[in-house]
């Protein structure tokens, strides 16, 4: 069966420090994957989304960024964080028409 | 483009009562509908719908689609304080991301 891991689970960092999250899928090859971040007590807002190894597309122009180096691995990453930036960090996996979530990391940007 | 339009935004029930959670859409390449349950997590799978009229059930939650109107139905039965959440509708469309609903709160008090 799959399943999808993301760590940490939890994160605080300062404003202008550096951010990776990392997000892997275990039990299927060559899945979509998705970084969504949800603003407390707000809907769901898709960040990024990758196809296949190194195919990223982004939906909103921020300072955030995403890499996929490898088929089942999706990378959220920031050069400096902004206050802006805390929040709910979710990735997700799809194949055919199913979309899966991993257990989400809650980001305070302090 | 793409849209999806739920209704009620929130909404407050005693326990035992049972509740009808509505999704509209807009789809120029329709795939599938899915619901979401989501407490204070990440959201989890409920059901996927392809056709239209076949009820899909899973305990005291049932959900059905109308292709034709363009909804879907969520149902509770017999609430409990346990199915308080937000519930997402998600509409499945080409190979582009999941567009999902902003939502509805559902509150259960005892």
């Known amino acids: 069966s799959q399943t999808i891991h993301q760590w940490p689970a939890t994160l605080v960092q300062p404003v202008g ?17 998705y970084w969504y971040r949800q603003a407390a007590g707000r809907g769901l807002q898709l960040l990024f989304y990758s196809v296949g190894i190194g195919q990223i597309s982004s939906e909103v122009p921020q300072n955030l ?8 691995q999706f990378i959220l990453s920031s050069k400096k964080l902004l206050l802006s930036d805390s929040g709910f960090y979710l990735c997700a996996w799809s ?7 991993g257990p989400g990391t809650r980001l305070t940007v302090t | 483009e ?10 407050v029930v005693h326990e035992g009562d049972t509740v009808t959670l509505n999704c509209s859409y807009e789809v120029t390449n329709f795939r599938s509908l ?4 989501q407490e204070k997590k990440a ?15 899973s305990g005291r939650l049932s959900s059905i689609l109308d292709k034709k ?28 991301p999941l567009v999902f609903g902003k939502g509805t709160r559902l509150s259960v008090i005892a």
């Open chain 1, 95 to 101: 194949a055919r028409h199913e979309q899966y979530f």
């Open chain 2, 69 to 96: 109107e363009l909804f879907s139905i969520l149902n509770i039965t017999a609430t409990q304080t346990g199915d308080s959440a937000v519930y997402l509708c998600a509409l499945s469309s080409g190979n582009t």
């Open chain 1, 65 to 72: 960024s995403a890499s996929r180096p490898q088929d089942r």
């Open chain 2, 43 to 57: 959201p989890t799978f409920l059901f996927m719908l392809t056709s239209s009229g076949i009820e899909k059930k």
């Open chain 2, 34 to 37: 899915l619901w979401y349950k």
């Open chain 1, 17 to 33: 420090s550096p951010l990776s999250l990392e997000c892997t899928v275990e039990g299927t090859s060559n899945p979509n994957l």
């Open chain 2, 2 to 11: 793409d849209k999806v339009v739920q209704s009620p935004l929130s909404l």
